[in-house]
């Protein structure tokens, strides 16, 4: 009978740090901080075992006798070189698969661990993790990885820092095939949960002297207990890692420009980081230009060595402070209603490209490219406002999403027919006019169904909102600071909110929908929904009385728990409405065009499903299979079913080259990993047929690094393909004793 795999928790730990040593065992809510660990991760479905690593010198024997103490094993090794401490703990229990986590994470979360090892299992992966880039708090990181290719990193690996930190080696290594979970993103991955400084410390005390601890909570109710209680997060915050790009001088500069407060919320500068967050992830260096007022709304949600605080009123002053600050900037973003067209004009000498993110259309603007998700605008609206010198982005097309709703797009089931059973309840973390008792009074008028309420901790109503949940145990929670929104309403039946920008993350998860407006600027995305076929609506609050709204919310749930064909549907025509590429269709269309030999230029956009027999057909092409790293051509299913999986990637980037609006060739970034957060990518390029020798290639090349400055690129051509050898050479790509050509802008700058 074959022997079951082991899986294997293993844990760094010594008394020894620079920084606060003993730290492991300093005590806090009654344990020591390696007890909390090891009680976590014992709840580690996915896992076997907890193994403690710690050195065989003699200062660690208490951290051994701790460990035991605490109900996991011992293995003790080299106080250097960790990798080959992993490599022993392993061969100890004959581990199959390890999952490595650090001692000085007392709030590790089981659940991440078991997502983790899950995630590397589905896919195969020698390598799966949750930071790459890191998208969750940090000190919930974990990494799993097979032990063959522990084996390999520990027998091949012999750069110090490879040693000490056990898996730089793994994440970089082409030929390792690696996965990473993508987390929730902004504002949640910018909590500081790991134990390093003294104020770590304080931190984790306050918290476990003040947090309920029974259950033990997951890291979502730590986060909305934080979210209750900001002053905890004050101890440690000048600790909080910041961008590695923060520090790149010649990384590309993006500045953002939006407002944040308790009138509006935090909608401004959530749309902003989500495309900060991508072009970070490409290398970009990224700025946030907003007032004290909105700083101090945001408080430790800002990125560190982001912020520029404004003080000045006049736009020609505030677009000094700017360029003060940041230098010239490649991209300037305004999101921002109380801005006009002076302080574009003004920041004209200091910007490249100007982009508005707008919902209105109601005001002159100087911009280079307009963003509105809203649908049935079109560019004949702002070519007055524009001047008709605004390239256009207009439609859910370019809903500015988090890449958690992509990635859970990507592996979602297809909408149930069943009964509705949970609801969903979600108005924004603001929700002025209490939308959310409202629908709370309306599910739990009917006995089957159970509901999520979702608020910001400020929210006006939270306190009602939880009083009446309180009268029905077991049917109703209260979730506040949700950092998973994709998750909640993955898991949901129907939503029932409003119809802002969070019209779209639904759309794009195929959730059916009943909306309740409560701003009139909501009303044309209510329209559309309605339209397509993709929600119901109940009525606006903002002119019609609640008890109205109420009745014909109710009616609406019974109908649809009475016809689920039509709820179905609902989440059927949703699905269509918004897929959720929204940011990477926007940079992409950032990306500056490429001048050609016949005085044209290339351009890029995101290749899209529509484009299938193009690139089935160019890639049938016997120039195209002559040098094709796999001969065979696809067939059309091999190809469609190819294809879908590229286009739902929430990482790869697959970009067609156009010149004068037709099709000319691609560029490819398959994800390949991060090494020290920047991101390594395989390209891949292709000329479509009848375009050879107007310098494609080489234009798509620069195109592509224009888009992922930092990127790490590797291509693989076959030794016989002399033109796209000297393709690549002629692009400063190297190649490389593992038989790749490298283009890697870090390394260059180390030489």
């Known amino acids: 009978m074959p022997r079951k795999p082991v899986t294997a928790i293993i844990v760094q730990a010594r008394l020894g740090s620079s920084r606060l040593p003993g730290k492991i065992l300093q005590k806090i809510g009654g344990r020591t901080v390696l007890e909390h ?18 050195t065989d010198k003699d200062s660690d024997t208490v951290v051994a006798d701790a460990a035991t103490a605490a109900g996991a094993l011992v293995f003790r090794g080299d106080e250097t070189d960790v990798l080959a401490r992993y490599l022993g703990a392993a061969r100890m229990v004959d581990a199959d698969v390890v999952m490595r986590v650090t001692s000085d994470c007392p709030l590790i979360d089981s659940a991440i661990c078991d997502a983790v090892l899950a995630l590397r299992a589905a896919t195969g992966a020698d390598y799966a993790a949750n930071n790459m880039p890191r998208l969750f708090p940090h000190g919930l990181d974990c990494e799993a990885f097979t032990r063959a290719a522990l084996e390999r990193a520990a027998n091949e ?25 993508t987390g929730p993103g902004w504002p949640a991955n910018q909590q500081r949960w790991t134990l390093d400084f003294p104020e770590d410390l304080t ?88 007032d004290s007022a909105s700083a101090q709304f945001l408080a430790a949600s800002v990125p560190p060595g982001a912020l520029i605080e404004l003080h000045s009123v006049g736009p020609a002053e505030t677009a000094g402070e700017i360029a003060a600050a940041a230098g010239s900037c490649d991209l300037l973003v305004i999101d921002h209603y109380g801005i006009d067209v002076a302080f574009a004009a003004a920041m004209r000498p200091y910007a490249n490209r100007i982009v508005y993110i707008d919902d209105l259309a109601d005001r002159q603007i100087d911009a280079d490219v307009v963003i509105n998700s809203t649908p049935n605008f079109t560019p004949r609206q702002y070519a ?24 859970t797009r990507a592996k979602r089931p297809q909408p149930s027919t069943g009964a509705i059973s949970k609801v969903l309840i979600a108005f924004g973390g603001v929700d002025p006019l209490d939308g959310s008792s409202l629908a709370l009074e309306a599910v739990m008028a009917r006995p089957s169904l159970t509901a999520t309420v979702v608020l910001g901790s400020g929210a006006p109503y939270l306190g009602h909102v939880t009083h009446l949940a309180a009268a029905h145990p077991g049917r109703v929670r209260v979730l506040t600071d949700l950092a998973d929104m994709a998750g909640c309403l993955a898991a949901a039946d129907l939503v029932i909110g409003a119809p802002g920008t969070s019209t779209w993350e639904r759309c794009s998860l195929g959730l059916p929908s009943i909306l ?11 329209a559309i929904v309605k339209e397509r076929g993709a929600g119901l609506i109940a009525g606006f609050l903002t002119d019609t009385a609640r008890p109205i709204v109420a009745e014909e919310l109710g009616r609406q749930i019974d109908r649809l728990m009475a016809e689920p064909a039509l709820l179905s549907g609902l989440g059927e025509a949703a699905a269509t409405l918004c897929d959720g590429r929204g940011v990477q269709r926007v940079i992409a269309a950032l990306v500056q065009r490429q001048e050609l030999k016949n005085g044209l230029s290339l ?24 040098y094709a790293l796999t001969p065979k051509i696809p067939t059309p299913a091999e190809h469609h079913d190819w294809l879908q999986k590229k286009l739902a990637s929430d990482r790869d980037w697959f970009l067609i080259g156009e010149v004068a609006g037709a099709p000319v060739g691609f560029v490819r970034l398959d994800w ?56 690549f050479t002629s692009a400063d790509y190297v190649l490389a004793a593992d038989g790749y050509f490298h283009s890697d802008p870090a390394r260059r700058k180390e030489a």
């Open 157 to 181: 690996a012999t750069d110090a820092y490879d040693r000490e930190h056990v898996t730089p080696w793994l994440r970089r290594m082409p030929g390792l095939t690696r996965a990473n979970l």
């Open 37 to 54: 660990d090891i009680a976590r991760l014992k709840s580690v479905r996915g896992a076997d075992l907890v193994v403690i690593a710690t």
């Open 603 to 626: 351009e890029l956009r995101l290749a899209e499903a529509t484009d299938e027999q193009s690139l089935l057909d160019w890639q049938s092409a016997p120039e195209t299979r002559r």
């Open 203 to 290: 931190f984790f005390a306050d918290l476990f002297a003040e947090m309920p601890l029974d259950p033990v909570p997951d890291w979502q109710a730590v986060l909305s207990y934080l979210g209750q209680h900001p002053q905890l997060v004050q101890a440690n915050a000048r600790h909080r890692a910041g961008s590695p790009m923060a520090s790149d001088a010649d990384a590309p500069v993006a500045v953002f420009r939006f407002e944040a407060n308790a009138r509006i919320g935090s909608g401004h500068a959530m749309r902003c980081n989500t495309l900060q967050a991508r072009l970070e992830a490409l290398g970009w260096r990224c700025y946030w230009a907003i």
């Open 516 to 526: 309740i407006g409560i701003a009139d600027n909501q009303r044309a995305n209510a």
């Open 672 to 727: 390949m990993g991060e090494d020290k957060g920047r991101p390594q990518y395989l390209i891949s390029i292709a000329t479509a047929p009848g375009h050879y020798g107007k310098g494609i290639g080489s234009a798509l090349l620069k195109a592509a690094r224009n888009l992922a400055p930092g990127g790490h690129f590797y291509a693989k051509v076959l030794a016989e393909n002399v033109a796209s050898m000297a393709l």
């Open 384 to 407: 007055p406002l524009t001047r008709g010198m605004a390239r256009c982005l207009l439609g859910p097309d370019f809903a500015l999403l988090r890449q958690q709703f992509l990635a």
